[in-house]
């Protein structure tokens, strides 16, 4: 595979247009068509869509837990008498928020039996936003000074 085939087909699979990627490549549409057919190319395309649609997701998901990605939500206002409809951009609710954090959690294999919150010392969440019950734990008990000193030397 060259270069310019290459290129084509990773515009391909970033972007998932035939016409934009051909123009990436600099082909005609007909011939990005038959750069396609090639069995190493789909090959390529198979092993490589994955990956793409990974980071989407990823990227996806990291933009609903830092709020980069808001919701539209038509508001009524009554004025003198009229109703007036406004578009406004709306933050997802804490809950999805915390979803989508446990969501990249397990694509980045990081979430354990707690829902990936024991490690850092938090407790687990539920899916409904509350604490989920932990069991409890027996006191820790101090250490003595001489803990694990041989008495005999």
């Known amino acids: 595979m060259n270069e310019r085939q290459k290129i084509f087909l990773d515009a391909f699979v970033e972007g998932g247009s035939l016409p934009e990627a051909a123009r990436a490549?600099?082909?005609s549409d007909s011939y990005a068509v038959k750069v396609l057919s090639d069995p190493l190319a789909k090959e390529y395309v198979k092993e490589h869509a994955g990956a793409a649609l990974y980071q989407r997701a990823l990227k996806f998901y990291a933009g609903?837990?830092?709020?980069?990605?808001?919701?539209?939500?038509?508001?009524?206002?009554?004025?003198d008498g009229q109703t007036i409809h406004r578009v406004l951009?709306?933050?997802?609710?804490?809950k999805d928020r915390?979803?989508?954090?446990?969501?990249?959690?397990?694509?980045v294999g990081q979430e354990g039996d707690d829902g990936g919150a024991g490690d850092a010392g938090l407790p687990a969440v539920d899916?409904?936003?509350?604490?989920?019950?932990?069991?409890p734990r027996p006191p820790e008990q101090p250490e003595s000074e001489n803990a694990g000193l041989d008495r005999d030397g």
């Open 25 to 27: 490549a600099g082909y």
């Open 98 to 107: 915390i979803r989508a954090g446990e969501i990249i959690l397990q694509m």
């Open 64 to 79: 609903i837990v830092s709020g980069e990605i808001t919701e539209q939500v038509v508001v009524a206002d009554k004025m």
């Open 89 to 94: 951009d709306k933050l997802p609710a804490v």
């Open 127 to 135: 899916y409904d936003g509350g604490i989920a019950a932990e069991e």
